[in-house]
């Protein structure tokens, strides 16, 4: 990893570094900077020329009766931390104590750290079944993290958060939404690049996905 410590100015310069590859954790950015390996990718969609598929048409279509609150500052809750928990402990197996015991400090550096950030809320009849935490530039919208219910696994909520923020996108009038990582290897990842059109970052610039 390659890591820089913006301080203060880091809402008036993370476009710059969103546009090179970069993401955010807490108030440091950081781009992956592996020897001899490039599956890493950043993602991006440019607002005006997304087209929603199909398949995509049925996932706003399951999650309907989901109600969205978008509100700023992200904060943290006891039931966020619940839900976060079970997001770890369920998508991502059953670490050690030793090493979950600080999912805190973790979803305190995805939650706060940069000035510039909405939270996307989703509930069910009022239960809270996921959070989206975006971070706001001057020209982009970027997907900083997603955690959810895995109890409803079936209505693809990562999906469906992806399209709901760049419907924000659109109503921000940002001219990118930036998905984070693309990992064709890894199908955790590998779904990003049905959001289309799509450019990836490649060797210090931007090309059209199906081009590549």
């Known amino acids: 990893m390659e890591y820089l410590f913006i301080g203060k100015n880091i809402a008036e310069t993370y476009y710059r570094y969103l546009s ?5 954790i807490g108030n440091v950015i950081y781009r992956n900077a592996c020897r001899g390996c490039s599956s890493c990718r950043p993602l991006r969609i440019t607002r005006e020329q997304f087209q929603i598929s199909r398949s995509q048409k049925r996932t706003m279509k399951k999650n309907e009766d989901v109600r969205i609150e978008v509100h700023t500052p992200a904060i943290i809750t006891p039931g966020k931390s619940r839900l976060y928990e079970k997001y770890i402990y369920s998508k991502h197996g059953d670490p050690d104590h030793e090493e979950h015991a600080h999912h805190n400090d973790t979803l305190s550096m995805i939650h706060y750290g940069y000035p510039e ?3 996307v809320d989703y509930l069910l009849k009022n239960r809270l079944i996921g959070v989206g935490i975006v971070d706001v530039t001057k020209n982009a919208l970027s997907s900083n993290y997603f955690y959810y219910d ?3 696994l079936q209505r ?11 419907y924000l996108a659109q109503v921000l009038r940002k001219k ?3 998905l ?3 990992i064709e ?7 990003k690049k049905f959001f289309r059109p799509n450019q990836i970052f490649v ?3 931007w090309r059209n996905f199906d081009s590549f």
């Open 20 to 24: 090179k590859g970069y993401r955010r």
């Open 117 to 119: 950030t909405i939270e």
């Open 150 to 152: 895995t109890d409803y």
């Open 156 to 166: 693809r909520p990562g999906i469906f958060s992806i399209l709901q923020e760049i």
């Open 176 to 178: 990118y939404y930036y």
């Open 180 to 182: 984070g990582f693309y």
């Open 185 to 191: 290897e890894n199908p955790k990842m590998s779904y």
């Open 203 to 205: 060797k210090g610039r």
